[in-house]
C-alpha cells in the first residue's frame, strides 16, 4: 500500500511538471524572462513557504536550528539546480514541450539516478548504497542497464530532431514551436538535464532538515517541505540574477507597464505556471516519504513527466506533418526511456 501511494504521489507530480509550462503559452507581448521570472517568484519563493506552513507549520524554527553546514550545501544543490530549472525552460522554448522533454528529463533522469551512488563511494554513509555496490548486485546491475539503455533513448529522440528538422521548413517548425532550433535546444537540454539532477542531491544534502521535522512530531509525509525552502532559495538566486540581466540588456522590464499587453492576465497565467511548477516538488516530497529518495523515485517521477509532456506535444501538433518514420522514430525513443525507467525501478526494488 506504501509503495501504490509513492507511486500515485510520484504520477501527480509528474504530471504537474509536464505541464507547467502550458499556462506561459497564453502569455501575450511580454518577453521570456519577464514571465519566467514572475512565475518562478510563484514557485520559489511565495508558494513554497505556504505549503510548508499549511503541512509542517514550525518550519522556521527548523531551519533557524538547522547547521550552518547543512543549509549551505543544501542552498549549493539548489543553486546548480537553478541552472537546470532556468536552461530547461530555455530548453522547452527551442525544442517543443515533447522533444524538449524527453531529451532535458532522460539526460536527469540518469543522472540523478547514478551520481548519489558514485558520490557514496567517495563519502561512504551508512545506510547508502555506492556504485561499488550497485556493481556488485544484480539489482544495481540491472540499475546500470536501466541508465545505458535511458541514454539509447535520449540518443534516439535526438536522432528524431534532426529529421524533423531536416523535413520541415522553418516556418512549417514556427507554427508548433515558434523559436525552434535544434542545435540551440539540444545543447541547452543536455546542460539541464545534467544540472537538474542536482534537485535530487539537494533533498540529501537536506535530509537532516526533514528528519528534524519528523522528530518534532510533524506528518513524515511532508516533511521535505521544510527542505525545499532552502532549495528553492538556491533556484531562485540563480534565475533572478539571471533574468534581470537579460531584463537590464532588452530592456523588457517594461512589460510590467506596458499597458498595451493585458498585464493582469499575463501575471496570472504565469503565477499558474509557477504554482504548478512547485507542485511537482510538493508530490515528489509525499511520493519520497513513501518509496524513499532512491532511483526508483526519481526514474518514476521523471518518467511521468515525459509521458506527460509529450501528451501535451501531441496536442500541440508538434510533430505535424513530419514523415511516419520520423514519427516512428521519436515514439521509439520515447518507449525506449519509459522501458529504462521500469528497469531501474526493477533494479531498486532487488
Known sequence: MQALLGVIFHSLGGIAAGSFYMPFNKVKGWAWESYWIVGGLFSWLIVPPLAAWLTVPGFGEIIAAASRQIIFFTFIMGLLWGVGGLSYGLG????????????????????????????????????????????????????????????????????????????????????????????????????????????????????????????????????????????????????FIWTLVLSLKNKSYRDFINGSTPIAHNILFSALAGTTWFLQFFFYGMGESKLGNGASSWILHMSTIILTANMWGIYRREWKGVTPRTKLTITIGIVIIILSVFLVGIGNSM
Open 92 to 239: 522547452i522554448r527551442y525544442l517543443g514541450m515533447s522533444l524538449g522533454n524527453s531529451v532535458v528529463l532522460g539526460f536527469c533522469a540518469a543522472f540523478g539516478a547514478i551520481v548519489p551512488s558514485i558520490y557514496y563511494n567517495i563519502n561512504p554513509t551508512e545506510g547508502k548504497i555506492s556504485f561499488t555496490n550497485m556493481m556488485a548486485s544484480s539489482g544495481g546491475q540491472l540499475v546500470l542497464l536501466g541508465v545505458l539503455i535511458c541514454l539509447i533513448g535520449i540518443s534516439i529522440s535526438g536522432k528524431a530532431g534532426m529529421m524533423k528538422e531536416s523535413e520541415l521548413s522553418t516556418e512549417q517548425q514556427k507554427a508548433s514551436v515558434e523559436e525552434f532550433s535544434l542545435v540551440k535546444g539540444l545543447t541547452i537540454a543536455i546542460l539541464s538535464g545534467i544540472l537538474s539532477s542536482f534537485f535530487n542531491f539537494g533533498i540529501e544534502a537536506g535530509k537532516p532538515l526533514a528528519d528534524a521535522a519528523v522528530a518534532a512530531g510533524y506528518n513524515p509525509l511532508y516533511q521535505n517541505n521544510v527542505t525545499f525552502i532552502v532549495i528553492l532559495w538556491g533556484g531562485l538566486t540563480t534565475n
